[in-house]
């Protein structure tokens, strides 16, 4: 990753200091040629001051001595690099300028075409000696006829060989550019990619027994946050395995004590017919217990699946008198109902319906026949903590629960210590009721007086309510 991304960059950099270098070079030729022709015109206007002017030797006016006229020009005139001025008078070469590039006086149809010219005229030499030029004829006219011409040459090779030594150099410096960039690119994308293959180095080392490893992370750049999400994922892991093997464990020894007694008291069956119909009452109570068991763990997975819920509109007052005509047949018990508020929610009823008995059934275990036991149904309206959460309750006037007992009996084969001989489950019933709650987005709280009862609701959230669903 690391080459690819530093050649990727390289390359763009480099076909951006190419572009950039003949961008550059297009238009110092442009400006050059743009020169050209405003140095050639500034000669020619020069060259035309004199013509009607004054002799600045004596003073005196030139007149139509188109020869003195060139002799003084050519006197004073300092010609650019690379430039010529050649002067026909009637008809003929007369005069140049000393040490052209090339001197274009010989080339007699250049000349022929030159002294025949009435009016101002560009061309171009392409082949000369001297290099490409280009040049601006003008007729010279005195008293009303043409008396001769002034040609100004430009051979452009010089300063184009400037520009060019100047492109050079500028590439030069593009590939200096392009070579420190990448010293320094391969250096910075090594730091910028060394979160990169510490995460790698900890993915190889991370095992099932040891997901305790985290990466080390400084800044607050995309790696930075790829990291932070590893390190997440990593604790995610940790807590999934740790809990696996809580849960394997607890159901290895849940599971092993029924096995254990269904196994010893078929090894110690007899022929007696009363002994044999008891031991098989009592290894069919055992085997029920275990299949029990088995469909919790069963129903504890799937609520993991996506498939888990099959939400619909259910209408709670409704849903609550149901529980409520189901519950009674639990035990003998003082049965109320409580608030029951009219609001529909989102929410799988059947669901909702195996929770809400399960408390119950919780709530019957830990009761006695003089206790009573509330089923309510309520809205949180505004002023109130989170208004629009729907509670479903389940009140008990039993043993009550202890404080230090109130987080872990949600998890699953736990029980609160001061109930183990009265509990008939596996611990299974309130972390089934507890997933319930998590796959409708909800919770599960109790409030528990030790000795005086216990009240467990089952808390929807605000989105599961429907809209205009209460009443």
Known sequence: MRLRLLGWALALLAVASLASVVVIRQVLLNQLDNRIGTDMRQEVTEFRRLVGGRDPASGQPFGPDLRAIADTYLLRNEPQAGEAVLVLVDGAFYRATEAPPYDLSGDAELMRH?????????????????????????PLIIDGAVRGQVVVVEFGAERRADIDDAVRLMALACLLVIVVVAAGGYLAMGRALRPLRTVTETARTIEETDLSRRIEVTGTDEVADLAHTFNGMLGRLHRAFAAQQAFVSDAGHELRTPITIVRGHLELMGDDPDERAETIALVTDELDRMNRMVNDLLMLAKAEQPDFLHPDHVEVALMMHDVYAKAVALGDRDWRIGTIEEVTVLADRQRLTQALMQLAQNAVQFTGPVDSIELSARVEHPGQAESGRVLLSVRDTGVGIEPEDRERIFARFARAEHAHARAEGAGLG??????????????????????????????????????????
């Open 430 to 471: 309130l972390a089934i009721v507890a997933a319930i709650a998590e796959a409708h987005r909800g919770t599960v709280a109790v409030d528990s007086i030790p000795g005086a009862g216990s009240t467990f609701t089952l808390v929807l959230p605000a989105a599961s309510v429907v809209p205009g669903g209460i009443r």
């Open 114 to 138: 030159w002294s025949g010219l009435t009016a101002s005229a560009y061309g171009r030499v392409d082949d000369s000696p001297g290099g490409p030029a280009r040049w601006l004829a003008v």
